[in-house]
């Protein structure tokens, strides 16, 4: 049986400019993405080649992806400067 997962994500961070950019998820997949005090500042369900958004300001961001029952966890640090 063929694992299929989410482990294979792009996620990148245009430092300079402040944009989130995610993509090489599976169909349908959740991505919730939060900020250092744990709110969320957005969510998306993947349904395009990418997704972009732009971060409102400087600091640590979480970003949660599940699908099924395969969750991911990554963290981004962005400092406007």
């Not at 005090?37 to 990418?50: H, M, N, P």
């Not at 300001?57 to 640090?77: E, L």
Request: net charge negative; glycine share 8%; hydrophobic share 40%.
């Amino acid at each position: 049986m063929e694992l299929i997962d989410n482990k294979n994500a792009d996620i990148r961070l245009d430092g300079d400019h402040g944009i989130l950019y995610l993509k090489n998820m599976l169909f349908g997949t959740m991505i919730f993405l939060y900020n250092g005090k744990g709110e969320i500042q957005a969510e998306w369900q993947y349904s395009s080649l990418e997704i972009s958004h732009q971060l409102s300001q400087s600091g640590m961001y979480v970003i949660v992806i599940t699908y099924a029952s395969d969750i991911v966890v990554k963290r981004v640090f962005y400092e406007d400067i």
